[in-house]
C-alpha cells in the first residue's frame, strides 16, 4: 500500500519539503508540505494514480479536503483532520 500525509503549513514548498519512504514488503509513503489547501489538491492530484490512501493534515476543517477529493475524482479515499486557526 501506498499513502501520502499532505501538510498544509504556510510557507511549505511542495518540490523541496518532502520526504518518501520505500517500505521493504513494497508500496511507499510520502510526507509532502503544501502552503494551502489549493497546493494540496493540486500534488493529491499528481500523486493519485499511485495511492491508495491520501490524509489531509493542517487544514481548517473538513471543508478542506473537498477540493483534495475533487482534484483525485474520489479515486483514492481522503482522510482529513483539521484545527480551527
Do not use: W
Not at 7 to 18: K, L, M, N, S, T
Not at 56 to 85: K, N, Q
Request: aromatic share 4%.
Amino acid at each position: 500500500m501506498s499513502e501520502a500525509f499532505v501538510i498544509v503549513h504556510e510557507g511549505a514548498d511542495p518540490g523541496r519539503d518532502r520526504v518518501v519512504r520505500t517500505k521493504a514488503g513494497g508500496g511507499r509513503t510520502t510526507f509532502v508540505g503544501v502552503p494551502d489547501e489549493g497546493a494540496a489538491a493540486e500534488v493529491a492530484g499528481k500523486m493519485a494514480g499511485g495511492l491508495q490512501l491520501i490524509e489531509l493534515y493542517g487544514g481548517p476543517g473538513p471543508e478542506a479536503a473537498e477540493p483534495v477529493i475533487r482534484a483525485v475524482d474520489a479515486s483514492v479515499p481522503v482522510g482529513v483532520t483539521g484545527y480551527r486557526r
